[in-house]
């Protein structure tokens, strides 16, 4: 079911500082900070040759990734993003193979503007998985 590896989301406490860091210590390419708003979160997208990598920072009072800085002050690991050529396919056989989709089981428009899902962590072994249409 699975493809490539979108991206690797990194959430930070800090998303200025997290920035200066890949692109000065790491030496990669990362983008200007956008905002979006229907997501809760501020991003920088750092590009590697073969994925990307999230820097996600918390955007307004109800941000999704705010608990999660919360348990971790520092920053972490937040998400994988793997490729799917069929997002409503891949809804049906997670639900048929008992694995949770999280909010109402639907896909939702993510960050790239393309359908995604998120899976729970604990029918993926502790990993929080989104799967996005591409
Ligand atoms: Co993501």
Not at 7 to 17: E, Y
Request: a negative charge; hydrophobic letters at 40%.
């Amino acid at each position: 079911m699975i493809g490539r590896l979108n991206h690797v989301a990194v959430a930070v406490p800090d998303l200025d500082a997290a920035a200066r860091v890949w692109r000065e210590t790491l030496g990669a390419e990362v983008s200007e900070p956008s905002d979006l708003p229907e997501h809760g979160v501020t991003v920088c997208f750092v590009c590697l040759p073969n994925t990307k990598i999230e820097l996600l920072h918390p955007l307004g009072d109800a941000s999704p990734i705010q608990a999660f800085l919360d348990r971790n002050p520092s920053g972490g690991m937040h998400h994988v993003c793997y490729e799917v050529a069929d997002i409503e396919a891949a809804c049906r056989t997670l639900a048929a193979s008992g694995a949770r989709i999280l909010g109402d089981g639907r896909p939702r428009t993510g960050a790239h503007g393309k359908p995604v899902i998120f899976l729970h962590p604990r029918d993926f072994t502790g990993t929080l998985i989104e799967l996005e249409q591409v």
